[in-house]
């Protein structure tokens, strides 16, 4: 069993997507599997997850050819988790048709032993309670990062104010930063969140990108504009899962490390929603993320002072 | 008479606006107001305009502070264009409680001739039909911006498409390009906008910034982060006349230029909104102005590819 640098537990998930242009079924899909695949492009990534017996060997497959490590997904009797939702015509807002929670609803998640050290870890979008329970098979952790949702913050609040004391970042967006805390204003919001615990705060903004907030200082993450964005599923993970994984397979955890990373970050989710599932992370190098990185770079300069 | 080096006409009047903190009444504002003094920090600007016998004198004074041209500003009997607000939570949506038009309902632009030979022109928001006769009397300009909204795409939209094809610059929030394009995605509505002849698009986008769009390329201009905005009114008036300020007062027109004078644009919006009517610019220097630019730099900044 190989050592990972980097440790990610979400869900997995078969998804079915309604766009205002397409319509796409039985998608491989989940937090865990979105960022997974993006980390793997920079770090050696495990995931930890559960699956049923339905799930297609040609999804098992794709996560091999993601060299994701998989001595964390467990597959189980009984049907894997489904979703199924419709997105509106700004391609952001979605309605939910159907949720099948299946193998998930069982699911206690149980580290293998070669995940235990690892440096990195990032606590998808799954129940606080779960989200703890790994954080406490973890050894010794150097950089713990956590995304979650609304569902979380109104119907487990007290796990959840007990895992942002517990970890380095929190990741969630602006509908949620503002639900969490109360506040209207982000730079507010920020505030109220980082006096919670974690050292570093990022707000995701969808197509305007997120922001970063420490206790030094704010940064911009601006998105990189697509003319043409196909499914923005998974986007939110695949932007933490790229940032974790570039930090993890360089073993940094500074706030201009952080920066850096998160640069990767929004530029990899670019590219993951220009399709459906793992579509546009399939074939992407590290070359074709530092060109369009450039790329934005450029549509951020504005010369001299 | 004195030259001047940019022309800009738009609304003068007085506003009553009350925001989720608070409520203020008789303030000095209109697109033109908000416009001349932001450019007025770089060049030196000329207003076309038109208020009533019951325009306060201390509001007159005002702009003598700013060093603006009033040259082109006409008082008549009758009163002055009055506009009342409510802003939402967010403190970008609002609502007309009411609009007195007053001296604004005959308001016929007629240009001083020291305006004339103008180099920049900024034809703020108000009818395309009374922007064009503005532009009519200017002899060689060498660059012109025009901003417009919602009522004129709905309402004159033959003459709006004659005007986009003369100017050099239109700038627009984007929930009008969405509306004038009829397409969702900004990307491709700067397209379809840069296809009716303007070389530049600007689609702006309140908190989270702005976007230019040329043929050759796209700039994002992120907004600089205010934890505690007080009044949005005017900040899209703010950036286009710092922008066209600062292009005016170097005399440049190039892309480059542009690109740089947005992001000046952006910092005296920011500081713009963080009190009502002029207030916010009132004792700004070019050097707060630099500073808090650097500081905008700064949050961008996300180390080498």
Redesign the interface.
């Known amino acids: 069993m190989a050592a990972v640098d980097l440790v990610v537990v979400g869900s997995v998930g078969i998804d079915s997507i309604e766009t ?1 242009l397409e319509k796409r079924s039985n998608l491989l899909g989940g937090s865990a599997t979105y960022a997974c695949a993006a980390a793997s492009l920079f770090a050696r990534a495990g995931m930890v997850g559960v699956v049923g017996n339905d799930f297609p060997a040609e999804f098992m497959e794709s996560y091999r050819r993601f060299s994701i490590n998989l001595d964390g997904l467990r597959q189980v009797a009984g049907p894997t988790f489904r979703w199924s939702g419709v997105y509106q ?3 952001i807002n979605r309605e939910t048709i159907s949720t099948e929670l299946g193998v998930f609803a069982g699911f206690k998640p149980d580290l293998p032993e070669c995940y235990r050290d690892a440096p990195f870890l990032l606590l998808g979008n799954i129940s606080p309670e779960l989200q703890l329970q790994v954080l406490d098979q973890i050894r010794r952790p150097r950089l713990i990062a956590a995304d979650t949702m609304d569902l979380w913050i109104r119907t487990a609040r007290p796990q959840l104010l007990d895992l942002v004391k517990r970890i380095d970042l929190l990741m969630l967006n602006d509908a949620e930063a503002r639900l969490f805390t109360g506040r ?5 919001c920020a ?1 109220a969140l980082l006096e919670l615990g974690p050292r570093h705060v990022v707000i995701k ?1 969808g ?3 997120a ?1 970063l907030f420490s206790r030094r ?6 998105a990189f ?5 196909r499914d923005p599923t998974g986007a939110g993970d695949m932007f933490a899962g790229a940032t974790m994984g570039v930090l993890a397979g360089r073993g940094q955890t500074g706030e ?1 490390d952080l ?2 990373a ?2 990767y970050g929004a530029v990899v989710a670019a590219f993951g929603v220009e399709s459906f599932s793992l579509e546009g992370l399939t074939g992407l190098t590290r070359n074709k993320v ?1 060109n369009r ?2 790329e ?8 001299p ?1």
């Not at 209207?184 to 507010?188: G, K, P, S």
């Not at 504009?225 to 964005?229: C, N, R, S, V």
């Open positions: 205002p015509q700004d391609f209207h204003n982000l730079c507010a505030e903004k197509e305007h990108g922001m200082g704010t940064t911009i993450l601006p504009p697509l003319p043409d964005p201009t920066r850096h998160f640069a530092e990185l450039r934005l770079r450029g549509m951020i300069e504005c010369g002072v």
